[in-house]
């Protein structure tokens, strides 16, 4: 798909860019060549290619699930200008 100078004017407004009119030509043939990329890729089979989330065969190591950090809430709650009920009390902001 080729653009010529009146695509390239509308894209550039459109994407609010400013574009000399010494640069429309180059620009409007670099955006050709991307859009012909894309057809190009568009074109190929790819119906027997399995979708796959990572283009390696990688797994995730995990750390263990443990705890390793005492409870501190009563320390916390004691610090807190206002709790009941092991809540903290907060003002309120929406009416």
Not at 6 to 23: C, F, G, T
Not at 40 to 60: E, I, L
Not at 75 to 84: D, E, F, S
Request: aromatic share 4%; net charge negative.
């Amino acid at each position: 798909m080729a653009l010529d100078k009146n695509d390239v004017e509308k894209i550039a407004h459109l994407a609010r860019l400013q574009i000399n009119d010494s640069d429309i030509v180059e620009v409007a043939q670099r955006i050709s060549n991307i859009l012909g990329m894309i057809d190009q890729m568009q074109s190929v089979d790819t119906s027997a290619v399995s979708a796959m989330a990572h283009p390696f065969d990688a797994s995730q190591r995990l750390r263990a699930d443990q705890i390793t950090e005492t409870n501190q809430r009563d320390y916390y709650q004691k610090l807190a200008p206002a709790t009941q009920d092991g809540l903290y009390l907060v003002p309120k902001v929406i009416e």
